[in-house]
């Protein structure tokens, strides 16, 4: 039986955020603990930042909230945060955008495909490996090999469009 795609809709007007956040967080305890890795105190943070709305953020928006709150963080203590989330598949990197949203599911590795609102900057996350297979494929068909795909498209969200 398929599995829905949708891994991160785009938020409601009765969204519960926290609910996301602690979700995202449970995920990323329950994943380091089954493979072994370690989710620091400022890998957690930055986690939770990314995930405190549902739009791309920027290391540097980032690294700016951690200063906030700890004066000596500073720009390789974000970018090693995010290479271990990005390794560890807790977050996507937006290439278009240069930013980074968190991951509806981080268990097991995919693709993914991102929905991005032109208008406010929401992101939703989709998984269709239909999709993943057939951009794969189809490279291949023209004897290149795909190591990482990014799918994006940019368009309007039903809030943006009801608006």
């Known amino acids: 039986m398929p599995t829905d795609p949708i891994l991160t809709p785009f938020e409601t007007r009765n969204h519960d955020h926290g609910r996301c956040i602690r979700t995202a967080l449970d995920q990323a305890r329950a994943v380091c603990r089954a493979r072994g890795l370690r989710l ?3 890998r957690r943070r930055v986690l939770e930042l990314v995930w405190q709305r549902h739009a ?10 951690l200063q906030d709150e700890q004066r000596k963080a500073a720009p390789p203590t974000v970018y090693r945060a995010l290479a271990f989330l990005l390794e560890a ?3 996507h990197r937006i290439e278009s955008l240069n930013a980074y949203v968190g991951c509806g599911d981080p268990s ?14 929401s992101v939703a996350e989709i998984n269709d490996p239909a999709i993943t297979r057939v951009l794969g494929r189809e490279a291949g068909k023209l004897g290149f090999q795909a190591d990482r795909q990014t799918v994006e498209l940019e368009g309007l969200c039903p809030r943006c469009r009801a608006a």
Do not use: M, S, W
């Not at 791309?56 to 909230?65: C, G, S």
């Not at 097991?108 to 900057?121: E, V």
């Open 108 to 121: 097991k590795p995919h693709a993914g495909q991102f929905l991005i609102c032109r208008n406010c900057r």
């Open 89 to 91: 598949g807790f977050v």
């Open 56 to 65: 791309p953020v920027k290391a540097y928006d980032i690294l700016e909230q």
């Open 40 to 42: 620091t105190p400022v």
